[in-house]
């Protein structure tokens, strides 16, 4: 019997920079970015789309290892079936579910494919950890109930007004020649999937904290990056030691074999790691007050203040250190470079 394969996935809503900590993850000693690996079947095998090497998924090395031991003629059906299982109008099912102790997805005969493509990804890379930025929480459910697999989840939050903003941006799918366009949600649809896939994150697995689930806010992480990603690393169970960072702030990235996720993965060499805060000057009035109006619980729950730079709720929690209320003004970071996280909605 094969060990468990650790499984550290990044949870939450999109464009939290789930993008920049899976690249930066997968510099350190024996943890592999793989990616948004619910895509895989999708986007990965029957669109072909670059890997983070930047050769077409089937043109590269590693994942044609790991390819070769999974029935990709069965693509298709597997990616509908994920698809199907996975859908929105299931959460109140998957909810109930899991308050009764039961498998938050139900079983089905795909899951060994996908219980052998974890552990095929562990073999081929050798990898203690494997990152995988899916994001969504039912897969991430899903992949917890899977045998073989020990699931870590990190939850990455951002205050909801800078997600929505960034939502909004024109950005191809695999970068600016992209003709193929991410998702461009309207804000107030930005704002409810922010609510929803963060309030599902801590009713799934925020009881497992400290062991099994670790919370990180994107203003913290671009505040005191070095400090927050060695927090990530020890949490993964991996070695802090020896990472990528060339200063507290900056990080010399080499390609990764990360599957989907924001174009910023394809960057490589000295990488700065700043706070994205061009939404504090350019989202409009009507939109910061629509979307703080639909998240207030959430704003209150994850310490985010309700007025434009003002202080965080009364209850709420750690207070941001540096955080949104402290960088004031325009800062060109890697969200602008287009390093923050996404999701398809
Ligand atoms: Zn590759």
Known sequence: MNPPVRV???AGSG????????????????????????YL?????LENRPCGCGRPLR????????????PTDRAAAIAAGLRGRLRMRGLPALLRRHRRGLRPVPAHP????LADLYAAVARHTGARVVVDSSKL?????LLGALPGIELRVLHLVRDPRAT????????GLDGDTDPELMSRPPVWKAALLWLVWNTVTVRLWGDRAPAGYLRVRYEDLTADPEATLRRIVAFAGADPDGGPFT??????????????????RHRTGPVPITADVQWRRDLSRWSYALVTALTAPGLRRFGYPWRRGGPAPAGAGRPARGGPAATGGRSVGVGRAGSTGHEEG
């Open 59 to 70: 043109d590269c090395p590693l994942w044609d290892r790991v390819r070769r031991e999974l």
């Open 164 to 171: 929505a903003f960034s939502w909004r941006r024109r950005r």
């Open 110 to 113: 795909d899951d060994a494919v």
């Open 137 to 141: 929480p039912p897969y991430g459910a």
């Open 247 to 264: 200063g507290p702030a900056t990080v010399r990235l080499t390609p990764t074999h990360s599957v989907a996720g924001n174009p910023s």
């Open 8 to 10: 550290l996935y990044l």
């Open 15 to 38: 464009r939290s920079g789930s993008t920049l900590v899976t690249t930066v993850l997968g510099q350190y000693d024996g943890v592999f970015a793989a990616g948004e690996l619910r």
């Open 41 to 45: 079947w999708q986007r990965g095998e």
